[in-house]
């Protein structure tokens, strides 16, 4: 069985899709800079609690906005998350 090969290259891309991925290049970019800027003040620990729902908005993304769909041991996976967060939240209050 023959299996085509179709390479996909960024200046190929329509340039609705390539303002995209610039667009999430730069946001991301942000976002890291944000993350390092918050380790920074008086009290970092709040910013590594913060980031650390990054996944957490990254599935909930992807279930409302791409339609995934979430296994049950994910769903356990995301409630142990939060419930973490929220404790050490609630314990460095």
């Known amino acids: 069985m023959t299996h085509l090969r179709r390479d996909v290259f ?6 609705q899709r390539q303002g995209i991925i610039v667009a999430h290049g730069f ?13 920074m003040t008086r009290n970092p ?23 995934e769909r979430m296994a049950r041991p994910q769903i356990l996976g995301l409630v142990l998350i939060v419930s973490g967060v929220a404790t050490l939240g609630y314990a460095g209050a």
């Open 10 to 15: 960024f200046w190929r891309l329509p340039a």
């Open 27 to 39: 946001l991301d970019t942000f976002g890291f800079f944000l993350l390092f800027a918050g380790g």
């Open 45 to 67: 620990e709040f910013t590594a609690v913060i980031s650390s729902t990054f996944s957490v908005v990254t599935v909930i993304l992807a279930c409302v906005l791409l339609g």
